[in-house]
Each structure stands twice: as C-alpha cells, then as structure tokens.
Nanobody, 115 residues
C-alpha cells in the first residue's frame, strides 16, 4: 500500500518561503514520477511541479517556474518543494502525487500566503 505523507505547510507573508516535504512508503519508487499539485476551493487541482525519481529531471508550471524548486532524496524516500517569493495566489492545499501507471495522492497540506 503506497502512502504519501506531506508536511511543511503553514502561514507565511508574501515574499516569504516555505519548504514542503512528502515522505513516500509502501514500495520502491523506481521509474515513478513524483510531483506536487495544488487546489483552492471550487477549482480543479492544478499541476505545480514534477520530478523523475530515477533521473531527477524536473518540470514546472509557468506560474511557479523560477520561484519553486522540486527535489528528492532517494535515501529518505522524500520529495521536497522549496517555495520562495511566495505570492497570495499561491495559497492552496498542496498535494503530493506519485505515478507510474497507477496514481497515488497524499492527504494535502495547507499553504496560506498573506499580503
């Protein structure tokens, strides 16, 4: 059973930084694509960033490129999302995602950016 557990959300002022963590368990994650999505009330879940577990190659949404950095620590089975220069519009519940055929989601962590 794959489990993804997020942590690191919270309240921060605009311009500040937060680092989200997602610890994965339940299997090895070779050839998985790990990522982060976010969702605000009444809207669809939105892609933020992905990283290939093996190669480390990354991909970002235009809205976060240059401000957010996704990384992974294979030894700790953990994916990170470093978020800098946060904006009010980054406020959302952030979800960790793992996919290789089947897709798995974490429970989400709230990020609130105040003006």
């Amino acid at each position: 059973q794959v489990q993804l557990v997020e942590s690191g959300g919270g309240l921060v002022q605009a311009g500040g930084s937060l680092r989200l963590s997602c610890t994965a368990s339940g299997r090895t994650f070779n050839n998985y694509v790990m990522g982060w999505f976010r969702q605000t009330p009444g809207k669809e879940r939105q892609f933020v960033a992905t990283i290939n577990w093996n190669s480390g190659s990354t991909y970002y949404a235009d809205s976060v490129r240059g401000r957010f950095t996704i990384s992974r620590d294979n030894a700790k089975n953990t994916v990170y999302l470093q978020m800098n220069d946060l904006k009010v519009e980054d406020t959302a519940v952030y979800y960790c995602h793992a996919a290789r055929g089947a897709a798995y989601w974490g429970q989400g962590t709230q990020v609130t950016v105040s003006s």
